[in-house]
């Protein structure tokens, strides 16, 4: 799953990795100057009780995010949530101030109409545990379980990494207000920020008419389509494929619409969906380029409390 977003692989490689085996560290750049250090926990019970035991202090330490993975074929609820309580405890006793999400993974697996009740249902277990645990060991923190249903056959586990990667970005607000104000003045309908790397929405900002597009799921396909826009490139022209493969890319859909990506700063990509029009859409390029000093910060050194590890 990791492979998956951050580093923009296709379903045909990440598809057929193996189980994760004990502890499997990686180092990902965002924004350039954002080191996430990512713990992939292997789920297997004897890796658990070593987590717990002989390596507790060393894994729950200075911990930003723990994403827990429930497997929705488990056939052992109880057993994985007694885990769950564990895990959690460890968290809390090192971490406190670590926030929680919970992936329900492989719900491709459930049949289209249970999968929304059967999801709600591990989700209420979930919070529940939670609860249980919270009023049990006197944690006296916030608590608060994120959910995402996933699979890696849709972009449902895109939405759920953008969502956490969304609340890890220092200067979020200064991001959306200066976005918003890009927006207005070039008369766009959506601006979406992207990471040059992975093409994760970083930021994003919708007008009123925009917020009337039916495609709620768009921001996921767009990335998507980026993701093999970018690696095609670099199939045929050979560069890396975590180099800079393009500098501008645009659309012109007759009387419905014009889009445009360009490259914005050294980390990030802007796409902007306008109305139809060759006067705005020339003045919109031209205004982003030069909005592209305003936004100079997001290449710049980053707090110090934005770094953490992410243990999945």
Known sequence: MLSSDFHAQLLTVYTHS?????IDLSHVKFLGN?????????????????????????????VGVLIYVFDIESRDVD?????????????TQYSPAAKVYVLIHKMDLIMTHVREAVFME??????????????????????????????????????AWASIIHDLVPNLSVIESQLEALGIMIEAEELLLFERTSFLVVSNWTSEEGQNNPTTDRQERISNILKHFKQSISRFTGTPRNAEQFTLMEHKAGGRFSIFCLKFTTNTYLMVILPPGEARFNAAKLNCQIARESFKFLDGPISVSAQGQVAT
């Not at 987590?51 to 060393?58: D, E, I, P, T």
């Open 18 to 22: 193996g189980a994760t085996i004990d």
């Open 122 to 159: 591990r989700v209420r277990l979930v919070r529940q545990k939670t609860s249980e645990f919270r009023q049990g060991s006197g944690f006296s923190g916030e608590l608060e379980v994120t959910p995402f249903a996933t699979s890696i056959w849709d972009q449902s586990l895109y939405k």
């Open 34 to 62: 954002l080191t996430l250090n990512l713990w992939d926990c292997g789920g297997q019970e004897a890796f658990m009780e070593n987590y717990l035991s002989q390596q507790r202090v060393h894994v729950f330490s200075n």
């Open 79 to 91: 057993r994985d949530m007694a885990t769950y309580v564990s895990i959690m405890s460890a968290l």
